[in-house]
Structures are given as C-alpha cells and as structure tokens.
C-alpha cells in the first residue's frame, strides 16, 4: 500500500530503513560465515549448498544466539499520528507500528 507522507517523515521512515538493512545484513554476512567455518559443503537435490557439521551445531547456534542477544541501539524520530495524513491505517497496524508512532 503505498502512502503519501510529508517529505519529513518520508525521510525519516528512508533513514530508519537503512539503518535496520544495514543491521540485518550484518548479521547475514556473520552468520553465514560461522555456517562456512562449521559447515560442510552438501548437495540437496542436486544443488550444492554449505550446512552446519551435526557436531558443531551446539557452537553455532550458542554463538548465534549471542550474536542475537546483542543490544542494537537506533534512534527514532517518532512520527506524529496527524503526519499520516488521510492515510487509512488499521488499529491493527497501528498497534504494530505503536513503537513508531507518536501519539
């Protein structure tokens, strides 16, 4: 669904998604190269892929789990529930986005 917003928070919206992007796509590049380090290369259905060795799966998945525990902290410029504008949201994605939303 495509919104109008001020250019502001339009703005605003742009930056926190490149600042969450730039998290997530950290955490990929980590995580996939634990899974080569305590992988092993397999073929499924005829494509070859790297998995996790069934006897190093404890230390990946307790070091993944630390990489996830790990506090990330972002700033937020809240937006203002009348910067939506005449955009229809529901109460349901309204709770979802409560985080964001200034009311």
Do not use: C
């Amino acid at each position: 669904m495509a919104m109008n917003l001020k250019a502001k928070v339009s703005s605003d919206l742009l930056k926190l998604a490149k600042l969450l992007n730039e998290e997530i796509k950290t955490y990929n590049e980590v995580k996939n190269k634990k899974i080569i380090e305590l992988g092993e290369e397999v073929e499924v259905d005829g494509k070859k892929t790297t998995r996790v060795k069934p006897e190093n799966e404890a230390q990946f998945f307790a070091e993944i789990g630390e990489l996830l525990d790990q506090e990330v902290n972002i700033v937020v410029n809240k937006v203002a529930v009348d910067q939506l504008g005449d955009n229809p949201i529901s109460p349901v994605e309204l709770q979802k986005l409560n985080w964001l939303i200034e009311q």
